[in-house]
Each structure stands twice: as C-alpha cells, then as structure tokens.
C-alpha cells in the first residue's frame, strides 16, 4: 500500500523535467508567428499508426481547445508544487504566458456556445487563470461561458442540451439541426460542465447556475446511469415530459455497450458534483461507477475503448486518466468519514496510473544545445500513445495507436493532485 508521504515516487515518471519539455516544446512548435495573432489551431491529437506529430484542430470548430492551455497552466502550478518536475529552462512565467495565448483565439466562443463543452474550452484555460492569477478578463469569460451552458439548458427537460445533431448512428436516425424540435440530445459527457456552473455561482452568488447543474446531474441518474451503474453515451429526451425516449452510443461499440471513457466521465462528474453539493446520492454513484470500471479492467490493468467490444479492443489511456482523477476526487470525499475507503481509492488510482504508463506513457523529450525539442523515439509529441480510438464501431477492425490532448491533460491534472494530497493541501 501506498502511503501519502511517498505517492509520487509510486509514479515518479511524471515528475520527469521531460515531460515539461515536451508540452512545451509543442506550444512553441505550433505557434507558427509567436509575435503575431495568437494560434488559430490547437494540437488536438496523433494520426494512428503515425506520424506522431500533432494534428492541429482549428478552433472554429473543435471542442478540444482548452485542454493544451490548460496543461500549460498545470504545468505552471506543478511550478509552484514541485519546481524540480519542470525543466530549469522554463519558468512560471513563461508558462503562463504561453498558456495565455494559446487560449487567446477561442475567447469569443464563451457566450454563444456552439455546443455543451464549455467546461472542456473555458474551465481548464481561463479558469486556472482566474484561480491562479485573479485576472478579471478571465473571470468574465468564464461567466460569460456558464451564461451559455444556462441558454442551453431547457427546464421542461431539465437538462442542457449537448448537441445539436448527430451524425454517429448507422441505423437511418436523422438527427439533424433542423430538426431539433424532435429530439434532445444530451451526452454523458455533459457531467463534466458541471463545475463551471457550480463555480459561476460561487464567483457570482446567483443561484441560477448551480440549479442547473444539480437538476442535470438528478436527470443523468435516471437516464445515462444504469441499473448496474454502468453508462449511457446519448440520452434523447422528450423536450415536453423530461422523459429519455432512447438511449444511445455515439462513440461506443453498441448502445448497450460500456464506453470506457463514457464510464470515466461519469466518476469524474459525479466526483466534482459531491464536492460541490455534498450530496450523499452522488458519492455513492461516483463510487458505484468506479467500483464497475475497475471490475472491468483486463490483465493490462488499463481500459479499453469500450469494455464490451469484440477482443482484441485496443486501450484507451484518456478513460484511465479520468478514472484515476476521479478518484482523487472520492479520497477527498470519504477522508472525513472513512479514512479505509479513501485510501483504498487512493491507492487504486495509484495502480491505475501505473499500468498506463507502463503501456502508454511515450518516450521522454530532450533540449538540444541550441533550444530545439528532440521529441525522442518515433517523435512522439504525446505524453501517451493508446489513448482512444475513433469514429464509429467499423473502426474496430483497424487497431488504433495514437496520442490525445485531453489524455495527456487528465494524467497532468492527477500528477498535480497527487502532490496536493502529498503535502496535505
């Protein structure tokens, strides 16, 4: 068992000054006009089967944009945390700068949304902003970005609504935008926009923002949390009733299936949601989550894509990532009451994170006498390879190897907790 005063060692990987040089040696690769307007694409991830260099996603129309400045900005917390974990050559600083104009672009999509990921684009940039640093600007963009999750939301179905179409199913559905007046789309994704709300009541002292999540989170236990506490991706509401009227997969092998990062979502969420409101009902979810999630894990001791796909299934490194945090978040959660469970979770976190790098972590990152980034073996730009797979279940047939942002974000985020819980904070 670990203990909490040599929990970083049991991961020591991700303390390396490497991975700080990686991240990045990313930022400046990308910024392709550093004193020009700030980047307009953000690496979102690797082709499968290589090269594994960055695609860059434009910001337009991506959903992943907040997750490379958001680890800019864990990275310059972990300067504060741990300042021997980031390469001597950077400084807080300069992180935070670069975390600044890598988040500069997408501002204007804070208020109106072009969907539900507000939480994804704004909480993890301009959030930590405002958290580190108190900047106003920042403050406002994310009101600005919990006003639109509120625009989305519909009380006679008493849920935000996640997308606006979906194109994903192969059995003639047509969910259109046009449309919309006929289906409700919500995602269990939708769980981890939950804490912006909560904090645009806590900035603000309106309440209007923290109802909304408390009623999506009741909403999603009768629609995407089954009986067995495993998960739902798509649930179509009746907008009259606030009744789900099918309950789907977008992104998982079947719509009675168990997508792995679905399922991770949901911990997560559920985790943020108990901190929040201290609501007994969502500690016990969250843990009744994890416990199927684990019980579900194969020999490797990491997901994969989806839990009830045909074998072989390749690994999904972002789901164990999410897991793992929250379970951070359930250490917090029981300590007060239940000091055996939460260290239990604790360490399962702990293990969790192990088997990842052990099967996902990709080579470290090199400085060049000249400041140039050597992105090591196979040029991996990824913290991890195995992260997810994509597209619809066809897409099985083709193993996938490739990194992921917000993969690489969630096993940041645990490595920060982690030293939080170390030093008792």
Same mark, same amino acid.
């Given at each position: ?15 390396? $000054? ?12 990308? !910024? ?21 260099? +960055? ?11 907040? #997750?490379?400045?958001?680890?800019l900005w864990l990275l ?45 684009? #704004?909480?993890? %940039? ?15 963009v994310l009101i600005d ?12 179905? /008493? ?15 047509? +969910?259109?935008?046009?449309? *919309? ?27 209007? +923002?923290?109802?909304v999540a408390t009623h999506?989170?009741?909403? %999603? ?10 998960? +739902? ?21 079947? !719509?009675?299936?168990?997508? %792995? ?9 559920? /985790? ?9 009902? #969502? ?5 009744? &989550? ?10 490797? /001791? ?33 300590? $007060?009451?239940? *000091? ?14 192990? !088997? ?7 080579? $470290?990152? %090199? &400085? ?6 050597? #992105? ?14 994509? /597209? ?18 969630? &096993? ?14």
């Amino acid at each position: 068992m670990t203990t909490t005063s040599d929990l970083t060692s049991a991961v020591k990987e991700l303390y390396d $000054p490497a991975l700080s040089v990686k991240v990045v040696g990313v930022a400046k690769k990308y !910024d392709t006009d550093p004193n020009g307007a700030p980047p307009s694409r953000t690496p979102e991830y690797t082709t499968p089967g290589g090269p594994n260099s +960055y695609h860059c996603s434009k910001n337009a129309t991506a959903w992943t944009q907040g #997750f490379f400045p958001g680890t800019l900005w864990l990275l310059a917390e972990r300067a504060d945390l741990d300042p021997s974990s980031i390469d001597p050559h950077f400084n807080k600083e300069e992180l935070i700068r670069l975390a600044r104009r890598w988040q500069a672009d997408f501002k204007y999509q804070a208020r109106p949304s072009p969907n539900h990921d507000q939480g994804f684009r #704004f909480q993890l %940039s301009y959030g930590k902003d405002y958290a580190m640093t108190g900047d106003e600007e920042a403050k406002k963009v994310l009101i600005d970005a919990a006003e639109s999750l509120v625009d989305r939301y519909n009380p006679n179905a /008493g849920c935000i609504r996640s997308w606006d179409h979906m194109t994903f199913v192969e059995d003639g559905h047509n +969910y259109t935008e046009e449309k *919309k007046d006929q289906h409700y789309l919500v995602i269990i994704d939708n769980m981890m926009n939950l804490d912006l709300l909560y904090e645009a009541t806590k900035l603000t002292g309106d309440q209007r +923002y923290a109802k909304v999540a408390t009623h999506q989170a009741e909403k %999603s236990l009768i629609s995407h949390v089954r009986k067995d506490y495993t998960t +739902y991706h798509v649930a179509n509401f009746d907008q009259k009733t606030g009744l789900p009227i099918e309950l789907r997969t977008a992104q998982g092998y079947a !719509d009675e299936s168990v997508w %792995s990062r679905g399922q991770a979502w949901a911990i997560y969420g559920y /985790g943020q949601c108990a901190l929040r409101t201290g609501r007994q009902d #969502f500690i016990d979810t969250a843990r009744k &989550l994890t416990d199927v999630f684990i019980s579900l894990l194969g020999p490797s /001791g990491v997901p994969e894509w989806d839990f009830r796909a045909p074998k072989p299934c390749p690994y999904d490194a972002s789901a164990g990532c999410i897991t793992a945090v929250g379970m951070l978040w359930l250490y917090r959660l029981l300590w $007060p009451t239940d *000091k055996a469970a939460a260290e239990a979770y604790l360490n399962r976190a702990v293990k969790l994170v192990q !088997d990842t790098i052990r099967e996902c972590l990709t080579p $470290p990152a %090199s &400085l060049k006498e000249n400041g140039e980034v050597d #992105f090591g073996t196979d040029g991996w730009e990824a913290l991890l390879a195995h992260s997810t797979i994509v /597209g619809n279940p066809k897409s099985l047939r083709k193993l996938m190897d490739h990194g992921l942002v917000y993969a690489d974000y969630y &096993l940041v985020e645990f490595s920060n907790e982690l030293l939080k819980i170390q030093q008792g904070k």
